[in-house]
């Protein structure tokens, strides 16, 4: 992919995102009839601007995209007409502040269940749950898991694909938990494996959490057959045709599928020999694979795919997974209630030591996940753009000055005293909120970096 596949996606979604949560705090302040004097996507001085509504709004796009703002009538910021006091925000009670405040944070979670909830609905093909054992013993061997299990549901949650598993076993794991595996075998037989997840590593970036318990999906034997071809792609430009089944590169025999992909990443930009068999009769055909960025590395691709396989078994490895309405808005909310928890737990355990700030991320790694996402279909990107979403909302809920959290933090203090907060009190606690965002940024900008370089 080039620095576009990344930059349009990142961009897409992260202006969704700005524009969803500063509509969530634009509409509740108009609700409570405060005066609204701009709408901002991004900081910094205002590169397009367009006046609408009754009350000239300024509907404006600045120079530096990382976010946003709703700037309110106030006379904390300049002097208010009398005629026009009643719509200031700081003359509103201190509970329509709140809400007009709090609304954009809840406006992105509306949107994160409102696209799993879509998802859910609609339907997706997803890789069924059927594990098989890592090389490497762990936790799973430990615990009498084989290679074919299917896991119908853990600890009684139902499980129907394979991300869903994934998702499960780390919301235990943060709990640091055993868990009870209810599979069926390839012999069509329940049977139940307990799986030790307490004191498991969670700061342990190199590997995915679910093969340092040692599992990975399972598949049949794929030949090396192709199942379909990207339009454009160094497959179609090269003639190769649906059907071919690959059966050397470079004088190499190919055992199937999974060793034809791994040949094609480690040849980015080198031009391979295929020797292919079509209709019986064998051909041989050049390629040039297309170089990607994946994770920071460098690959191959040649654009084609796989039909669906099936087993000698007759096991198929994906199926359609799909949701009535009323389900799908459940498990949408119950699925944002959830990552949002999960969210708070990290951050908890960041801010205790037990897992390193290593794990934070920045803008180039969200925009390096926008472009993988992106390229695996629209599903993984609103997927993507959900999760996003609420890491959003948690973040603007912190109890930081500057932030969101912050300004609710010193309603609630209002609240409970019975008056505002003194001025001095408040610039400080900004002062120091700005200080602490900007050490967050810088930190998961180097990050950012160190996964760059390092790869």
Not at 199 to 210: C, H, N, S
Request: hydrophobic share 50%.
């Amino acid at each position: 992919m080039n620095l576009l596949d990344y930059l349009i996606p990142f961009a897409i979604a992260l202006g969704l995102l700005i524009l969803v949560h500063e509509l969530g705090h634009y509409l509740v302040a108009r609700w409570c009839g405060v005066k609204v004097l701009r709408f901002s996507i991004g900081f910094g001085k205002p590169l397009l601007v367009h006046r609408a509504g009754r009350d000239g709004t300024e509907w404006a796009l600045a120079a530096f995209p990382l976010g946003g703002y709703v700037k309110m009538l106030d006379e904390r910021e300049g002097e208010v007409p009398r005629a026009e006091l009643h719509r200031a925000f700081n003359r509103q009670s201190v509970w329509r502040r709140f809400a007009i405040v709090a609304a954009g944070p809840l406006a992105n979670f509306l949107l994160a269940i409102v696209l799993y909830w879509g998802m859910f609905v609609v339907g997706t093909d997803e890789l069924r749950p059927r594990v098989a054992l890592t090389d490497t013993p762990a936790i799973a061997a430990a615990a009498g898991m084989r290679d074919g299990d299917l896991v119908v549901a853990v600890d009684d949650e139902p499980v129907r694909s394979w991300q869903e598993l994934r998702w499960i076993l780390l919301k235990h794991a943060v709990d640091n938990r055993r868990v009870v595996l209810h599979v069926r075998t390839f012999e069509d037989v329940d049977a139940f494996r307990v799986l030790d997840l307490t004191g498991i590593d969670l700061d342990d970036g190199g590997t995915d959490l679910i093969a340092r318990i040692g599992l990975r999906p399972w598949r049949p034997h794929i030949p090396a057959v192709i199942g379909r071809l990207v339009e454009g792609g160094a497959a179609q430009r090269a003639g190769l045709a649906v059907g071919d089944e690959v059966r050397a590169i470079d004088g190499e025999a190919i055992a199937g599928w999974a060793q034809l992909v791994e040949r094609v990443r480690h040849a980015a930009g080198r031009e391979l020999r295929l020797d292919v068999l079509r209709a019986g009769a064998p051909l041989s055909l050049r390629v040039m694979p297309d170089t990607e960025t994946e994770s920071g590395m460098k690959i191959g691709r040649i654009g084609v795919g796989v039909a669906e396989p099936i087993g000698a078994d007759g096991q198929a490895m994906f199926a359609e997974v799909r949701y009535g309405v009323l389900e799908g808005m459940t498990k949408a909310v119950r699925q944002t209630w959830e990552t949002s928890v999960l969210s708070l737990q990290m951050i908890g355990r960041m801010l205790l030591g037990e897992i390193s700030w290593k794990n934070l991320s920045g803008p180039v790694t969200i925009a390096d996940y926008a472009g993988q996402t992106a390229q695996l279909g629209i599903v993984h990107y609103l997927k993507f753009v959900a999760m996003i979403s609420i890491s959003l909302g948690v973040l603007n809920l912190l109890p930081i000055p500057v932030l969101d959290g912050g300004h609710l933090l010193y309603y609630v203090v209002e609240i409970i005293k019975g008056g505002p907060i003194p001025e001095r009190v408040m610039e400080i606690g900004q002062q120091i909120g700005l200080a602490l965002l900007v050490m967050l940024m810088a930190f998961a900008f180097y990050n950012d970096i160190n996964r760059l370089i390092s790869g």
